[in-house]
């Protein structure tokens, strides 16, 4: 079975930078065809997209966050990780990682497996 895991830093300072980190246990994050993909869900709102890194290490990025996002990987430790710069008190929110199955121009699974999330304060 897949595991994902939060980590990093609760609290950031505004104009500074979220990084967060994603450990994945019980499978690849170089596995076809798996896209691993951070979510966040500011408070009292509904789930927004960030982006994703492929299994190929391909990102795709939110185009209202994608000036100030990226996402990156590390084999070795079967990690994924995500950084967003300048951050403002209205990037406060639970942060997610979470795997997507799809199969292009096939069938899209959807997401799969989530973290846990881990909440994440933007201080002014």
């Known amino acids: 079975q897949v595991q994902l895991q939060e980590s990093g830093p609760g609290l950031v300072k505004s104009s500074q930078t979220l990084s967060l980190t994603c450990t994945v246990s019980g499978g690849s994050i170089t596995t076809n065809y798996y896209y691993w993909t951070w979510i966040r869900q500011p408070p009292g709102k509904g789930l927004e997209w960030i982006g994703y890194?492929?299994?190929?290490?391909?990102?795709y990025y939110s185009p209202s966050l994608k000036s100030r996002t990226s996402i990156s990987r590390d084999t070795s430790k079967n990690q994924f990780a995500l950084q967003l710069n300048s951050v403002t008190p209205e990037d406060t929110a639970v942060y997610y990682c979470?795997?997507?199955?799809?199969?292009?121009?096939?069938?899209?699974?959807?997401?799969?497996?989530w973290g846990k999330g881990t909440l994440v304060t933007a201080s002014s």
């Open positions: 890194i492929s299994y190929s290490g391909s990102t």
């Open positions: 979470a795997r997507r199955y799809y199969l292009f121009n096939v069938y899209d699974y959807g997401i799969d497996y």
